[in-house]
């Protein structure tokens, strides 16, 4: 592998990336289309809502969403939807969060849909309200989560209810929307990683939910600190209200009408709780690129060549004693075919977790997915290329050479 990258340069490990789009090592390789667009986008200046308007614009025609907006990652997405479905138009509370006494400050989410991301939803003064139970993994039949415990726990106080969107997770997304509209309460839909396919970015917009939550530096190959959110145009506006700049003169202060309506509003909001959480010129140049590009590409092709380097590598492995592969299908928590390799240490002579750790250690240093640890490792050929795929391939065999 070439050791001149800049991170070399300054000192440090690069990574060769077989896990996947992870932010921990810097997210997908970004497209030279948006590289091209953030370097052009540093010698010039541009009204920030202006540019975002533009994006607006553009994320509709791609989702069917009324509106859209670029935030800085998908977790900011969240944030920001969170404190629309919060705040509304009412510049008074978009003031007072993360505060939310007095404010209908809950959100309604299944507990079997609790991650650690949910924080983003906290963090703009949201109190989760959990519902369910995980009675389904008792093997009895029953359902984590059903519509009917949803409807009993949004009161006048609920802001919004939550919903991670990955194959496996129930009720359906149609269901939960229309328990939740019964009620005239937003869904918030978290699909950071969900595409591909590309058909995810209309898909969550037609099942009824009212903002979804998208990551710009995973498969779009955007820029690592870019998400988006789609959906409602009020929530949208509200978005941009509590994240754009807002140290302005009333007098002059003219947002663009289609983003932001000033009327509704009736003053120029403070800064709102999503300042901390600005996406720069370059950013919205090279996302904007980048999602044209992404809607263009063929996917049906990239499938095929994702899963050509995941056979490569399994055809290597199956051959050496311990070792069991298996490529998934693109329906589990992946949107790849990624490899798992199951190890069985006594015959291998050595583990699954030693062999991730020992990969890392190397210089450059080989990311492989730990997930599914002790028991087995998997390669996401996602950022890989053919070059580096041989790379991991000859870096994984010479584990049980050793």
């Given at each position: 592998m070439p050791d001149d990258t800049i991170y070399e340069d300054l000192g440090v490990p690069s990574v060769v990336n077989a896990t996947g789009t992870k932010t921990r090592i810097g997210g997908s390789r970004i497209r030279p289309e948006a590289v091209d667009a953030m370097n052009r986008a540093a010698d010039a200046f541009v009204r920030l809502s202006d540019l975002q308007a533009r994006a607006s614009d553009l994320i509709a025609d791609v989702t069917g969403a009324q509106a859209g907006y670029v935030t800085s990652g998908a977790a900011a997405a969240l944030a920001l939807?969170?404190?629309?479905?919060?705040?509304?138009?009412?510049?008074?509370?978009?003031?007072?969060?993360?505060?939310?006494?007095?404010?209908?400050?809950?959100?309604?989410?299944?507990?079997?849909?609790?991650?650690?991301?949910?924080?983003?939803?906290?963090?703009?003064?949201?109190?989760?309200?959990?519902?369910?139970?995980?009675?389904?993994?008792?093997?009895?039949?029953?359902?984590?989560?059903?519509?009917?415990?949803?409807?009993?726990?949004?009161?006048?106080?609920?802001?919004?209810?939550?919903?991670?969107?990955?194959?496996?997770?129930?009720?359906?997304?149609?269901?939960?929307?229309?328990?939740?509209?019964?009620?005239?309460?937003?869904?918030?839909?978290?699909?950071?990683?969900?595409?591909?396919?590309?058909?995810?970015?209309?898909?969550?917009?037609?099942?009824?939910?009212?903002?979804?939550?998208?990551?710009?530096?995973?498969?779009?190959?955007?820029?690592?600190?870019?998400?988006?959110?789609?959906?409602?145009?009020?929530?949208?506006?509200?978005?941009?209200?509590?994240?754009?700049?807002?140290?302005?003169?009333?007098?002059?202060?003219?947002?663009?009408?289609?983003?932001?309506?000033?009327?509704?509003?009736?003053?120029?909001?403070?800064?709102?709780?999503?300042?901390?959480?600005?996406?720069?010129?370059?950013?919205?140049?090279?996302?904007?690129?980048?999602l044209d590009a992404f809607k263009a590409e063929d996917h049906d092709a990239r499938q095929r060549e994702w899963r050509a380097r995941s056979e490569r590598i399994a055809a290597t492995l199956d051959s050496v004693a311990g070792v069991r592969t298996s490529i998934t299908a693109a329906d589990k928590t992946a949107v790849a075919p990624e490899l798992t390799v199951t190890v069985e240490a006594g015959s291998a002579g050595i583990s699954a977790t030693e062999i991730v750790g020992a990969l890392r250690r190397e210089e450059p240093r080989v990311f492989v997915g730990a997930d599914d640890l002790p028991e087995a490792f998997t390669v996401n050929p996602m950022c890989l290329t053919d070059e580096e795929t041989t790379y991991v391939d000859e870096r994984i065999r010479a584990q049980f050479d050793a």
């Amino acid at each position: 592998m070439p050791d001149d990258t800049i991170y070399e340069d300054l000192g440090v490990p690069s990574v060769v990336n077989a896990t996947g789009t992870k932010t921990r090592i810097g997210g997908s390789r970004i497209r030279p289309e948006a590289v091209d667009a953030m370097n052009r986008a540093a010698d010039a200046f541009v009204r920030l809502s202006d540019l975002q308007a533009r994006a607006s614009d553009l994320i509709a025609d791609v989702t069917g969403a009324q509106a859209g907006y670029v935030t800085s990652g998908a977790a900011a997405a969240l944030a920001l939807g969170a404190a629309a479905c919060i705040a509304g138009d009412d510049i008074g509370a978009m003031a007072q969060l993360p505060d939310t006494e007095g404010l209908p400050g809950e959100i309604v989410m299944a507990r079997t849909h609790r991650t650690g991301y949910d924080h983003a939803l906290r963090a703009a003064g949201a109190r989760i309200v959990d519902v369910g139970t995980n009675d389904h993994h008792l093997g009895t039949g029953a359902q984590n989560v059903e519509p009917w415990e949803y409807a009993d726990a949004i009161t006048e106080d609920t802001a919004a209810v939550a919903y991670v969107q990955k194959p496996y997770t129930e009720p359906s997304l149609e269901a939960v929307c229309d328990v939740a509209h019964d009620h005239n309460v937003p869904v918030v839909v978290d699909a950071a990683a969900e595409l591909p396919p590309v058909t995810n970015l209309e898909a969550f917009i037609n099942a009824g939910a009212d903002l979804v939550a998208f990551s710009g530096g995973k498969a779009i190959r955007g820029p690592q600190t870019t998400g988006f959110l789609a959906g409602r145009a009020a929530l949208v506006s509200s978005v941009a209200a509590q994240h754009l700049d807002m140290h302005a003169a009333e007098a002059v202060w003219e947002p663009p009408t289609t983003l932001v309506d000033p009327e509704a509003l009736g003053g120029v909001p403070r800064q709102g709780i999503g300042r901390p959480m600005k996406v720069g010129k370059e950013e919205l140049a090279g996302f904007i690129r980048a999602l044209d590009a992404f809607k263009a590409e063929d996917h049906d092709a990239r499938q095929r060549e994702w899963r050509a380097r995941s056979e490569r590598i399994a055809a290597t492995l199956d051959s050496v004693a311990g070792v069991r592969t298996s490529i998934t299908a693109a329906d589990k928590t992946a949107v790849a075919p990624e490899l798992t390799v199951t190890v069985e240490a006594g015959s291998a002579g050595i583990s699954a977790t030693e062999i991730v750790g020992a990969l890392r250690r190397e210089e450059p240093r080989v990311f492989v997915g730990a997930d599914d640890l002790p028991e087995a490792f998997t390669v996401n050929p996602m950022c890989l290329t053919d070059e580096e795929t041989t790379y991991v391939d000859e870096r994984i065999r010479a584990q049980f050479d050793a």
